[in-house]
């Protein structure tokens, strides 16, 4: 066989590299749709931040073989500090771990405090300059990446090779811009869907507070039964969606209230039985106040019920025990707590365990006893809380 | 020069035929990637719909070499039916352009409205049994990909290639499906954006109407006043943001009045000099109420001077002309009106002519003469569409 001409076999072997070159390229690109599809499906203002974060590092270590990824939030107006790490099986167990996660959360924290954010697409150079104990000892080499919304920095996304790997490459510097992007458009949406949320709450709390006004003797009542149901819902262990109706049903249990005229409310001598009457109607008052707002439906039952009592012998349906919806008897309990220990020109302010004996003397009769029990644990619980601070 | 052997000039033509095959797909890779970084940075809920869409539709057209892109939206809660289509500037004038268009709008709400839709990745075939007049006219390959919340179809995303080219490839599908992706998500996050921005505006307006719902005399002049505000607004070309923000402050303008006991707000007969001195804080008690509330904030001085009298004679300032602010003009406007044309009690229903002609005669005085013209014509206008629509 004849020795093939030099033309040939250099062109051969020109094609041959341009073919493995493409390859790389093309496999990267891959790598980086993938990432990019996945990634896209997850940011639902919806689910919680460490979740949608911990995918996009999770699904940035997978796609690119980094020895780990994480995100640190600063915090501010409707974003949680948050550190989400996600690193590869072999390197999640162990002292290393622990250590690893307090040095990115240090390096990051320190970047957002001082502003120094390295430059996208470059490698993050003097990381012993700034965290202590040295990062560079775990990992030789990291990209940082600033989240943005609009021109402010709100947090970071890092990424990192394992010890002992060869540098940080341009191409993983891209992936984790890539994966920027669409997490900073995401915050944004999160933090505007917070803040849209937050607003119905600010007007109910003003509305409320507004409404308390003008009964000196209750002022606050509404506020602080939203904050002992709320306590009393996680004694309980109920889910936190669950916990947060409760607390907005404390909230606006009272609302029928704005029916009422003043002068019944007000009113400092025995009531007739009109004027009896014309108070009982404020859980439906409150119900015909809350029915037009479809996101609300789900506290009527709790705010209808918050008289009624355990024997069956409250208000408005007369029904008893578990017949009373949860939520209602939780608000029974504290309402009728609040309502004693505050009401200071009926009770002259009655001590809390005065209160409390009173509540659980009703366990059984007025309140569900089970209630009664998780009531006053919250109670004891806050008031070793309290003599701590004070010692 | 000898002949190459056989398998080189194979090898070598192999090689040539896969760098090019390679090649291809990482210009498609390139472009995917391209699209999908624009797209993402566009998908901020905040943003109006039509817009995203039909960047999104753009991006696709521009980045695919398509005829047109289109998306058609069903509606349903939180979304409003839209139709966004991007065409390349070629094909964008002439009356081919507007029948596309409604040939898009037609297919795709045909396809929503029957629920059937191609399944991604394979081509719209029987286009024309779908849509008449035959969108097969226009062009000969089309996808439509839905758009999904959860399970439900929200909308589809058709693109098209025009008329003489070859049919739609796979490539151009799995672009199409690639954008519909991220999409959708926006899609969900938008809705449940517009959900949570609704609920603050419906525990307003609920509560807004338990307040006058004491005053049978003033029953739902909040919310009147609020549209007859937000019509001035858009009478004065004023920014939709801007007429948002109008019809906010026009819904909690009295809620001040929830400050005023209910003994003076009621009375039938003349009042003290001290009752009118407790009616005219009601401004600087809404300021309260509203003060807690951080994004409704500029609400806040349409609230406090929507007393005040152009020639400077209102409360509580005493200010005059254009130091009154705008929305306070607007709504120092219709809210005289309001109370003219409904307070029975005192004025026995008033004719809208009647009440119109006194708010004339005040324009200089009590009124900012540009608004009194405004308000007539808004008036005017919708006088001759209710004779219309009784002729």
Same sequence: chains 1, 2.
Avoid: W
């Avoid at 993983?172 to 937050?198: D, M, Q, T, Y």
């Amino acid at each position: 066989m004849n020795p093939l001409p030099h033309e040939v076999t250099a062109e051969l072997e020109g094609c041959r590299a341009e073919l493995d070159h493409m390859s790389v390229e093309l496999d990267q690109a891959y790598e980086e749709l993938t990432i990019l599809h996945r990634l896209s499906a997850t940011l639902r203002v919806e689910r919680p931040v460490e979740e949608v974060l911990h995918d996009a590092c999770a699904g940035l270590v997978a796609g690119a073989g980094l020895a780990f990824a994480a995100v640190r939030l600063a915090g501010g107006a409707g974003l949680m500090p948050t550190l989400a790490v996600a690193e590869p099986e072999a390197a999640a167990d162990g002292a290393g771990s622990a250590r690893l996660r307090a040095l990115v959360d240090a390096a990051a924290a320190e970047l957002l405090a001082t502003g120094y954010v390295a430059v996208p697409g470059s490698i993050l150079e003097p990381v012993d300059a700034l965290a202590r104990p040295r990062l560079a000892e775990l990992t030789p080499a990291a990209i940082v990446v600033p989240l943005r919304i609009g021109d402010e920095a709100v947090g970071v996304l890092l990424a990192a090779v394992p010890a002992g790997a060869e540098l940080l490459s341009s191409v993983e510097a891209k992936l984790a811009e890539s994966v920027a992007g669409p997490l900073s458009i995401f915050l944004e949406n999160r933090r505007l869907f917070e803040r849209a949320r937050e607003l119905a709450t600010a007007v109910l709390v003003s509305l409320v507070r507004a409404i308390d006004a003008k009964d000196p003797a209750t002022r606050g009542h509404s506020e602080r039964v939203s904050a002992l149901a709320r306590a009393v819902g996680e004694e309980l262990k109920l889910p936190p969606a669950e916990v947060d109706r409760l607390r907005l049903a404390g909230l606006v249990h009272d609302l029928g209230k704005l029916g009422v005229p003043e002068s019944i409310l007000l009113k400092k001598g025995k009531l007739t039985d009109e004027e009896f009457a014309a108070i009982r109607r404020h859980p439906q008052a409150g119900v015909d106040i809350l029915r037009g707002i479809e996101p609300l439906a789900d506290l009527l039952p709790a705010v209808l019920h918050h008289h009624e009592r355990y024997d069956g012998r409250g208000y408005p349906a007369g029904i008893g025990g578990e017949a009373i919806p949860l939520h209602a008897r939780i608000l029974g309990v504290v309402d009728a707590f609040d309502a004693m220990h505050s009401r200071r020109s009926y009770h002259e302010g009655a001590a809390v365990a005065a209160c409390l004996g009173e509540i659980e003397r009703n366990a059984g009769s007025q309140f569900d006893p089970r209630i009664v029990a998780a009531f006053v644990a919250t109670q004891q619980r806050s008031a070793v809380g309290q003599r701590r601070l004070a010692a």
